[in-house]
């Protein structure tokens, strides 16, 4: 059956300018409810250096979340959004409370799922689950993995010493060989390797993959590569260090040297990822199809949903801002 001009202007309008509309409105009212936190994880992203790869992020997200409206996109408010975004919310309201800005500042990219979840369906939330997941990876409060992957480091450091026969004292983050003290502080950690090569790792798994396991271990492939990479660049410069006495220049700046090794690990690893894209064609399914019910009872079941996500999203920061909470 053939669909009249008007019938195919009210469907792009349900499934397109309604849905766009509505996430509008509501990340309008998430913006300033959560303004303060926001804000900070903005400071964070100018002002700390692990964390300067956010902006750059975020245009990654927004450019994967339009790759995915243009496959599948509609509006099919889903009631089952509201009680984990309430979740989301009390949760950011706790790390408020308890100043425990890990959880604060982690809520922030699930409340935004729990948005497109609510507003545009069950369906297409799932679309973006790699998205968000790049986006919570330039979240602030990663620093908490920094003594895990020093201790990881200096452990690793500590046996290949050995191996290669150059005699070393290991304690806690201290490494002493005949010629000097090496320290691993936290930005000798990796940690900010690891979050780069996650990024790229679920970026790539996004775009170029289609099986889930496939994606997996592209996202592990990159990640032990951030790690190996920086085990190379802390063995090396001690290695470096103790037979120069302490006086190659890399002793004072060891920055570039440090992603130099970090962008060749991850080319091989690129290199071997590519062996796996096929650039298969996407799956074929019904995603995309959504039967517009005009009925005015549907329309405002539907609009009901979106305005029980709003008062979700905004009654707690708004109650702990009027002093409720």
């Not at 799932?126 to 020093?150: D, E, Y």
Request: aromatic share 16%; hydrophobic share 55%; net charge neutral.
């Amino acid at each position: 059956m053939t669909m009249s001009y008007y019938d195919a202007a009210h469907l792009f309008v349900a499934q397109r300018i309604k849905p766009i509309f509505f996430l509008l409105v509501t990340y309008s009212l998430f913006f300033v409810a959560y303004f303060d936190s926001i804000n900070q994880v903005l400071s964070k992203w100018l002002n700390d250096e692990l964390y300067s790869h956010g902006f750059l992020t975020l245009l990654v997200f927004i450019y994967l979340y339009f790759q995915k409206t243009k496959q599948t996109f509609s509006f099919e408010p889903s009631i089952w959004a509201i009680a984990p975004t309430f979740v989301f919310s009390a949760l950011w309201l706790i790390g408020v409370l308890t100043d425990i800005q890990l959880i604060e500042f982690f809520m922030l990219p699930c409340l935004i799922g729990g948005v497109i979840w609510g507003i545009v369906g069950d369906k297409f939330a799932r679309k973006i689950f790699i998205p968000l997941c790049i986006l919570l990876l330039a979240t602030p409060g990663w620093g908490v993995l920094n003594p895990i992957l020093q201790h990881m480091a200096v452990t690793v450091v500590g046996y290949t010493l050995d191996l290669i026969r150059i005699p070393a004292l290991i304690e806690n983050i201290y490494v002493t060989t005949p010629y000097g003290q090496f320290s691993v502080e936290g930005g000798c950690s990796g940690l900010r390797y690891l979050l780069v090569a996650g990024i790229l790792g679920l970026t790539y798994a996004e775009l170029h993959l289609e099986k889930k396991w496939k994606k997996i271990m592209a996202f592990i492939s990159m990640v032990f590569a951030a790690l190996v990479s920086n085990w190379v660049r802390v063995g090396a410069l001690i290695v470096i260090g103790n037979q120069t006495q302490m006086q190659h220049s890399l002793m004072k700046e060891h920055e570039f040297f440090g992603w130099i090794i970090f962008l060749i690990m991850c080319l091989v690893v690129y290199f071997f990822l590519r062996r796996w894209d096929k650039f298969e064609e996407p799956v074929n399914d019904d995603d995309h199809e959504c039967d517009y019910n005009s009925a005015p009872t549907a329309k405002k079941i539907e609009i009901l949903k979106v305005i029980m996500l709003m008062v979700t999203v905004v009654l707690l920061p708004m109650s702990y801002s009027l002093g409720w909470a």
